[in-house]
């Protein structure tokens, strides 16, 4: 399977917000992060893979532009999460994860469904919130449930917008880790919108770099989180460096004025 973007220019009616993004083809098994400072476009860029925004250009799934899917197939192939955090209602997250699942899955059995359900809140570690209203979790939590109805679905283009905001350490770790493995086992693409740096070194195998000029960078880690990169992305001085367990890390010196 392979994503890929020409010449594509999103925003909104009253403006453009990027234009001309040209990647090089993403491949199967890829796990992309979507950098760049606030406002810079990342989440209009999801949104408007999602279907969600209009844009102009080309977004292919093998070959097939996207938004030329039908609207069966489209849902089926789409797992978009969104930056907001999931409404707390008064049904338990089992229902809502179960009907995010039916509403798309419609191949599947209820005991396939169940059984993709059970094993999506074992490898996110929320079992214990299976029956717990959203209107009782905190935003955290919330944003694990939204996060389950993504992967409940197995789509092959997840397009996840900053799924660790609301996290702690742990959970940080916890989801990238799930995704990682999510998109490496079933071979699906995934787009994760993110401002941790660091997370998105440690488990992405390629970054987009978004700045106000467009795009700015997409490569390997390696390639692309230089000093030059932050500065002309973030406006900041700052540095990568190897931790003492060998992971690089980014290092934020000073913003410049
Ligand atoms: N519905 C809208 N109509 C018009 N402009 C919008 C709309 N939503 C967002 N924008 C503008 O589009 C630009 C990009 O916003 P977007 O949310 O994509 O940025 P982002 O990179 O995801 O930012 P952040 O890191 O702060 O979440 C911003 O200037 C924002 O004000």
């Known amino acids: 399977m392979t994503l890929s973007i020409k010449h ?8 453009r917000v990027i234009s001309d993004i040209n990647l090089p083809d993403i491949k199967s098994g890829s796990l992309v992060a979507v950098l760049g400072p606030n406002a810079v476009g990342k989440s209009t860029f999801l949104k408007s893979l999602a279907g969600i925004n209009k844009y102009s250009g080309e977004a292919r799934l093998n070959e097939a532009p996207l938004s030329g899917l039908p609207r069966s ?27 995010a699942c039916r509403a798309v899955r419609t191949d599947l059995s209820q005991a396939e469904i169940e059984h993709s359900i059970d094993n999506v809140f074992r490898r996110l570690g929320i079992e214990s919130l299976a029956l717990r209203r959203l209107a009782e979790m905190s935003g955290g939590q919330r944003q694990m449930v939204g996060l389950a109805q993504v992967l409940v679905r197995q789509p092959k283009l997840l397009l996840l917008d900053e799924p660790t905001s609301a996290l702690d350490l742990h959970w940080q770790l916890n989801v990238l880790e799930t995704i990682r493995e999510e998109v490496t086992s079933t071979g699906a693409i995934g787009l994760v919108a993110s401002h941790d740096l660091n997370l998105a070194l440690r ?4 970054l987009l770099i978004l700045s106000q000029q467009g795009v700015l960078a997409m490569g390997s880690p390696d390639e692309v989180l230089t000093s030059d990169n932050l500065r002309l992305a973030y406006g900041i001085e700052g540095r990568v460096e190897q931790c003492s367990q060998g992971y690089p890390i980014v290092l934020a010196d000073r913003a410049i004025a």
């Open 8 to 15: 594509m220019n999103v925003g909104y009616r009253s403006r």
């Open 73 to 99: 197939e489209f849902i089926r192939t789409l797992g978009y999460l969104p930056q907001t955090l999931p409404q707390a209602t008064t049904l338990v997250a089992y229902e809502l994860v179960f009907s």
């Open 203 to 206: 488990f992405c195998d390629q």
